[in-house]
């Protein structure tokens, strides 16, 4: 994994004359692979790293601090994202009441230039900063131009006439529609967590299942997926599955819960941590009539699945 590191005045010599990438990039979807390989395309003839500046906590969650959970990558995630479109180094900038202060001038002529000691940025059409928002890329260019600081602004990347976007992603997942996510993100979107003590109902049922923490993740809609799912650290392997996120009204669970059973998979998962992509939405969560009921319509789930999976059709 590149390196990382959460306050511009500890980079690192090495980093001095790259071509900086701005954003918040949360999910990295198309939109922002765009922007990324314009920076890859001004540091390679150059000989210098292409870096990312992120904010960590997302300013989001800074300024409104009871906020619902909308996150669409968390930073593990994150970071193997950049690094899978070319990133080689990461300021995850600490955002803090500090940073926040900062001016829109202070932004450029401390982080940029003086911390990363940025040759040339490049931000989306819409990028603001500095303490109130005050600074855009007009702000951008002339404060640039002022410090010898290269600038790019990438347009609007669009699809069908949608501009693509973490908002528009979000909008998607809490429908349900994970495909329509996964077009505009260029990969499946995952939940990523440690796998928790659950109540073990699943396997008295005869279908154990993982309780995977969901953390600061947005919360799509509540039902059952068709997924894929990996295990950190383990051999690589994608394992097939389905998953159920909601409350669990059958069994009197009013507590967020996200349960995936891997098919044909036998081990212990305590304390691991799982990356599942959810392909597609089977199905509303429901309430059924008796255990009975639930187990029955849990198998047909995981045939429906099982032939999303293989690439045929539902069950």
């Known amino acids: 994994m590149p390196p990382v590191v959460e306050d511009w005045r500890a980079v690192p010599a090495e980093w001095r004359g790259g071509a900086v990438a701005l954003g918040n990039f949360d ?18 003839p150059r000989g210098v790293r292409t870096v990312a500046l992120t904010f960590e906590p997302h300013p ?9 959970p909308f996150r669409l ?12 479109h070319g990133v080689e180094a990461t300021l995850a900038q600490r955002f803090d009441a500090g940073f926040a202060a900062l001016s829109a001038d202070e932004f450029v002529s401390e982080v940029l230039v003086r911390g990363l000691g940025a040759a040339h940025v490049v931000c989306g059409y819409d990028f603001t900063f500095g303490a109130r928002r005050t600074g ?24 069908e006439g949608e501009v693509y976007s973490s908002t528009r992603i979000r909008e998607a997942l ?9 077009q505009m993100l260029g990969h499946d979107w995952s939940i990523e967590g440690r796998v928790e003590e659950g109540d073990k109902r699943g396997r008295t049922i005869g279908f154990p299942t993982a309780n ?15 997924v894929r799912a990996r295990i950190a650290g383990g051999d690589g392997r994608s394992l097939a599955g389905v998953a159920n996120l909601g409350k669990r009204p059958t069994v009197g669970k009013l ?21 599942v992509e959810l392909v597609e939405f089977l199905r509303p969560e429901m309430k059924f009539t008796g255990l009975d009921a639930l187990k029955a319509r849990i198998a047909s789930d995981g045939e ?12």
């Open 255 to 275: 507590v967020e819960n996200f349960e995936v059973h891997l098919f044909d998979f036998a081990g212990d998962l305590y304390g691991r941590t799982l990356d």
């Open 136 to 159: 855009n890329v007009e702000r951008l260019r002339e404060l640039g131009a002022r410090h010898g600081l290269g600038v790019d602004v990438l347009e609007p990347v669009t699809h």
């Open 212 to 226: 995977v923490a969901l953390g600061e993740h947005l919360r799509p809609r509540f039902g059952v997926y068709a």
């Open 174 to 182: 809490r429908a349900g529609r994970v495909r329509e996510a996964a």
């Open 27 to 44: 999910g990295v979807h198309r939109g922002h692979q765009a922007l990324l390989a314009q920076a890859r395309a001004i540091a390679r």
């Open 304 to 315: 429906a699945a099982r032939a999303i999976l293989a690439g045929g059709p539902a069950a």
């Open 60 to 68: 989001r969650a800074f300024f409104v601090a009871d906020t619902a």
């Open 73 to 84: 990558t968390l930073p593990p995630a994150k970071q193997r994202l950049l690094a899978r």
